[in-house]
């Protein structure tokens, strides 16, 4: 039998334990954008040890809700491990901690830069030219300064960059970055690939940049004559079959398709087996560009551009291109030029 006295004690005591409850399982803002962090990179496994190693430099100081976010946001503009760095030597330096050492995480301590055709290799953040004289700076947000040059330039969105960034953690220099140029035979400015097509692709390479992942274009733009040449490939012609469509069936022949591949370290083109191909496609996809990862023959290399129409449609163009060419079929997709 429960009396009174013991019924009151039970629910307060109820009540209490509720309140805690509520007050243990609600996240900070912080821990909130971490989980939807980890969330948008599942399938970037580099780009999620680098967060691990950012929130465990974080943990280290302090930090209120409200900075910790911060944080976060500013490790999200391009999750990847120099960036990690960069963020947790920002915090340092805003903290006065150790000048030295928060200057060692905010600047690159070795490795070599390729912009603007010129080759730098880099000492503690400093950028030396050929004969060893400082022409600039760089940061481990991918910050380039020139001296001379106005304008700051970016390891990012400068598609022909080539860099590596180069620290040392626990005593050892390890690579944080390592990006090759993404387009060195400019196949994404050729007059035959869609103008608007071109930007999407650029726009998803400046991303996987930005994640860390060195990728570069392989083919775009294919004529006709040389579809129906791959299509006999394993037909009529010797070789393994590398096509189903014939000339006029690829959204290649339109301007409209590429293949995007990953980068050796030591830059050459590469197909590899455990590639990020997933979050690639993910970022493709996020341009509006449909991935051929998802097909039931995957092309994980492959992205197009049809707003409207489907990947099997291609052929639907073959009489308006003979007419009226590239243009004639990008202004009936309403996907034409811009002035
Ligand atoms: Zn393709």
């Given at each position: 039998m429960t009396s009174a006295t013991d019924t009151g004690i039970d629910a307060s005591g109820a009540t209490r334990a509720a309140a805690d409850a509520t007050a243990a399982a609600a996240p900070s803002a912080?821990?909130?954008?971490?989980?939807?962090?980890?969330?948008?990179?599942?399938n970037n496994p580099q780009a999620l040890q680098a967060l691990d190693r950012l929130v465990a430099g974080l943990d280290a100081y302090a930090l209120d809700d409200a900075r910790r976010v911060q944080a976060l946001d500013d490790f999200m503009a391009a999750p990847n491990a120099a960036t990690a760095a960069y963020v947790e030597g920002r915090i340092a330096q805003a903290l006065g901690e150790?000048?030295?050492?928060?200057?060692?995480?905010?600047?690159?301590?070795?490795?070599?830069?390729?912009?603007?055709?010129?080759?730098?290799?880099?000492?503690?953040?400093?950028?030396?030219?050929?004969?060893?004289?400082?022409?600039?700076?760089?940061?481990?947000?991918?910050?380039?300064?020139?001296d001379g040059e106005?304008?700051?330039?970016?390891?990012?969105?400068?598609?022909s960059a080539r860099v590596q960034l180069r620290e040392t953690i626990d005593g050892e220099l390890s690579t944080l970055l390592d990006l090759h140029p993404a387009?060195?035979?400019g196949r994404l400015d050729d007059a035959n690939v869609n103008r608007q097509f071109a930007d999407r692709v650029k726009d998803t390479l400046v991303r996987a940049r930005q994640e860390g992942m060195a990728m570069q274009m392989d083919l775009v733009y294919r004529t006709f004559a040389h579809q129906d040449q791959l299509y006999a490939q394993g037909r009529t012609e010797p070789g393994q079959r590398v096509t189903n469509a014939r000339g006029g069936q690829s959204w290649h022949n339109y301007g409209l398709g590429a293949d995007v591949v990953f980068s050796t370290p030591a830059g050459q083109p590469s197909w590899p087996e455990d590639g990020n191909w997933t979050r690639y496609g993910e970022i493709a996809e996020a341009q509006g560009l449909t991935w051929g990862g998802r097909w039931q023959n995957p092309d994980r290399p492959h992205v197009e551009y049809h707003p409207g129409f489907g990947a099997s449609d291609a052929g639907d163009f073959i009489a308006t291109?003979?007419?009226?060419?590239?243009?004639?079929?990008?202004?009936?997709?309403?996907?034409?030029?811009?002035p």
């Open positions: 912080a821990s909130r954008r971490e989980q939807e962090i980890r969330a948008e990179l599942a150790d000048f030295a050492a928060a200057h060692a995480l905010v600047s690159p301590d070795a490795g070599t830069l390729t912009i603007g055709g010129q080759v730098y290799s880099i000492d503690h953040g400093a950028l030396l030219d050929a004969d060893g004289r400082q022409a600039g700076t760089i940061t481990n947000d991918g910050v380039v300064r020139l106005e304008q700051a330039r970016n390891v990012y969105t400068d598609l387009d060195r035979r291109h003979g007419r009226d060419g590239l243009e004639g079929v990008w202004d009936r997709m309403d996907i034409g030029q811009q």
